[in-house]
């Protein structure tokens, strides 16, 4: 069975971790919720908090082995405090090193740019973090999905549908190559 990561806090962008979750899950893919801390996340949600989401582990119970890909849904709040902790730049930079698809969106490719991955790859994001990924050396672009290897990158809510497409068949690839 197919199993994606999703890497996230309090403040995860709502729609950016329910949309490509229940996705992920109507297309048979099963996803697994790491934060800092075990109970439930709270997401931000139109200026507001938003809805909970239950963890299932904790980021340094993570074994990157375990999952398929890693999912790592924007917000402001979110990515900004996930880039301070080692453990979750640990998981992207493991997840890179084995070559897994990491899909990043809106503010989250932050955590791609801390875990020093973004040089020489074309990406996007949310507009406010283009200078943080040219300067990182990445090659930005302004479309609705960006994939460059095993990085995926889209800018906001709008593109969630593109996204976990290119999520999604990045991972079906990989299961027909391992067939």
């Keep these: 069975m197919t199993n994606v990561l999703i890497m996230a806090t ?4 709502q729609s950016e971790l329910m949309g490509p ?3 992920l899950n109507d297309a048979g893919i099963d996803t697994t919720v790491a934060s800092i801390e075990t109970g439930e996340i709270k ?7 938003g809805e909970s989401v239950k963890v299932d582990t904790t980021l340094g119970d993570v074994s990157v082995d375990d999952f398929d890909a890693l999912l790592l849904p ?4 979110n990515p900004d405090i996930l880039r301070m902790e080692g453990d979750a730049i640990d998981i992207v930079r493991s997840f890179n090193m084995r070559g897994k698809p990491i899909a990043a969106i809106c503010h989250a490719p932050w955590l791609l740019v801390e875990a020093d991955i973004v040089k020489g790859k074309t990406v996007t994001s949310w507009p406010s973090l283009r200078t943080d990924l040219t300067n990182a050396g990445g090659k930005v672009v302004d479309q609705e999905v960006a994939e460059d290897g ?4 889209s800018r906001n809510p709008d593109d969630i549908p593109a996204f976990s497409d290119a999520l999604i068949a990045q991972l079906k690839n990989a299961m027909a190559e391992a067939a």
């Design 10 to 13: 309090n403040g995860f962008e």
């Design 150 to 153: 095993n990085l995926i990158t």
């Design 74 to 77: 924007g917000g402001q709040i």
């Design 43 to 49: 997401g931000w949600k139109d200026g507001n908090w």
């Design 21 to 23: 979750m229940k996705r």
